[in-house]
């Protein structure tokens, strides 16, 4: 058996907490997990607990076929759709799930949602697809049609629910997180003032995701 680590515990906590702050989810829905590259355990946040009182204690640790590793309480009831991306996705560590406002919008609506700012092409891709058809949240179901609708991407659209994110690592799971809420206001609003959205073109998005890939603080972040 492998070892439990208190410090991814402590990421889940950091993460929930962060998750308020930035207001990408509210109440105590949406949750987050984490896979230990080593042990290929699952760490992730209890069921229906407020994010400001968990405690690491309240975080269950589970194997992939969801066998509880350690941990009392009520592990998420999302948990069969954190599973599966993790199955589905060898690259992705941290997965984060979010009911925001302005992302769910376009899953209700029935539309993908498409870049319209620079962040979101770096890091989300050029255009987010709504999972379908409609799955019952806590369903093995919302997994499997949540783990097609994402494909290689790092986020999907839940509709009349909200987003499932994933990434290699959780501050990159925590940022598409809100690059995708921010962008889908931002379109939201442009759409009120009726003068149009500019898109991007093929040749905009690969060069700025070439440049995000190659570029984009690498000389800083070398210097960590
Ligand atoms: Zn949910």
């Not at 405690?55 to 309240?58: C, L, V, Y």
């Not at 996705?89 to 992705?92: E, F, K, L, M, N």
């Not at 620079?118 to 255009?127: A, M, P």
């Given at each position: 058996m492998g070892r439990v680590k208190q410090e991814l515990k402590e990421?889940?906590?950091s993460t929930g907490v962060e998750m308020i702050k930035t207001g990408i989810t509210v109440g105590t829905w949406g949750n987050i997990s984490y896979r230990d590259p080593e042990t290929d355990y699952m760490y992730i946040s209890p069921s229906g607990m407020d994010y400001m009182k968990v405690?690491?204690?309240?975080v269950v640790v589970m194997d992939l076929d969801l066998n509880i590793i350690e941990g009392e309480a009520e592990p998420?009831?999302?948990k069969h759709m954190h599973v599966a991306v993790y199955k589905a996705?060898?690259?992705?560590h941290a997965v984060i799930h979010t009911h925001p406002t302005f992302s769910t919008v376009f899953g209700v609506a029935g539309l993908p949602l498409?870049?319209?700012?620079?962040?979101?092409?770096?890091?989300?891709?050029?255009?987010?697809?709504?999972a379908s058809p409609y799955a019952?949240?806590?369903t093995p179901e919302l997994g499997e049609v949540a783990v097609k609708g994402l494909g290689k991407n790092g986020a999907v659209l839940l509709p009349g629910h909200g987003a499932l994110i994933a990434a290699a690592n959780m501050p990159m799971a925590l940022k598409i997180s809100t690059v995708l809420e921010k962008n889908a206001?931002?379109?939201l609003y442009a759409k009120l003032l009726g003068n149009g959205i500019r898109l991007f073109s093929r040749?905009?998005?690969?060069?700025?995701?070439?440049?995000?890939?190659?570029?984009?603080g690498k000389k800083n972040q070398e210097l960590v």
């Open positions: 990421l889940i906590v405690k690491t204690d309240h998420s009831i999302e996705r060898p690259d992705a498409p870049a319209v700012s620079e962040d979101f092409v770096q890091i989300v891709g050029e255009e987010i697809a709504i019952l949240p806590g206001q931002i379109y040749e905009e998005i690969d060069a700025m995701q070439n440049f995000a890939k190659n570029h984009y």
